[in-house]
């Protein structure tokens, strides 16, 4: 009877060690998946731009969300972020955040959510950074 108990007790400790080390494995990856989309996500929500006057920056992002048809609902210019919002298929949310980036640069990161979701789709950020790089080329050549 010990001996039936001991070899249950090792299959049952070589079976915990397998599956949990198995788990590991499986959520090691899952955070690794996690971490590279985090990835992909922010580089498709962030773009860098060689000036270094926040202020025009955010004066120019409210202007192209303007322009987008976003009606801009917040802007703090001492936090460096602007929220503005529009109806587009459901309530969608864009803000805009402007940090210095180096001693050349400013790094615009936006967040857009449609009814309280993150949008992962990379089409709505490269129209924004679209309109926003030719406003910005503009108001860098002050052109109107």
Same mark, same amino acid.
């Given at each position: =009877?010990?001996?039936? +108990?001991?070899?249950? /007790? #090792?299959?049952?400790?070589?079976?915990?060690?397998?599956?949990? /080390?198995?788990? #590991?494995?499986?959520?090691?990856?899952?955070?690794? %998946?996690?971490?590279?989309?985090?990835?992909?996500?922010?580089?498709?929500?962030?773009?860098?731009?060689?000036?270094? %006057?926040?202020?025009?920056? +955010?004066?120019?992002? =409210?202007?192209?969300?303007? %322009?987008?048809?976003?009606?801009?609902? *917040? @802007?703090?210019? @001492?936090?460096?972020?602007?929220?503005?919002?529009?109806?587009?298929? @459901?309530?969608?949310?864009?803000?805009? *955040? &402007?940090?210095?980036?180096?001693? /050349?640069? =400013?790094?615009?990161?936006?967040? #857009?959510?449609?009814?309280?979701?993150? &949008?992962? %789709?990379?089409?709505?950020?490269? =129209?924004?950074? *679209?309109? +926003?790089?030719?406003?910005?080329?503009?108001?860098?050549?002050? &052109?109107?």
């Amino acid at each position: =009877m010990k001996k039936h +108990l001991k070899r249950i /007790s #090792c299959l049952f400790f070589l079976g915990t060690a397998l599956l949990s /080390s198995g788990g #590991c494995a499986t959520t090691q990856e899952r955070l690794l %998946d996690s971490e590279t989309n985090q990835l992909q996500l922010r580089s498709i929500q962030s773009r860098a731009f060689e000036t270094t %006057d926040q202020v025009k920056t +955010l004066r120019t992002v =409210m202007l192209t969300l303007q %322009d987008l048809g976003f009606i801009v609902t *917040s @802007g703090e210019a @001492g936090l460096g972020s602007v929220t503005g919002s529009k109806w587009n298929r @459901g309530l969608m949310i864009i803000t805009v *955040s &402007v940090r210095p980036r180096g001693e /050349s640069q =400013m790094l615009v990161r936006a967040n #857009c959510q449609l009814d309280k979701q993150l &949008v992962n %789709d990379p089409v709505p950020y490269q =129209m924004f950074f *679209s309109a +926003l790089s030719k406003a910005m080329f503009l108001e860098a050549h002050e &052109v109107e």
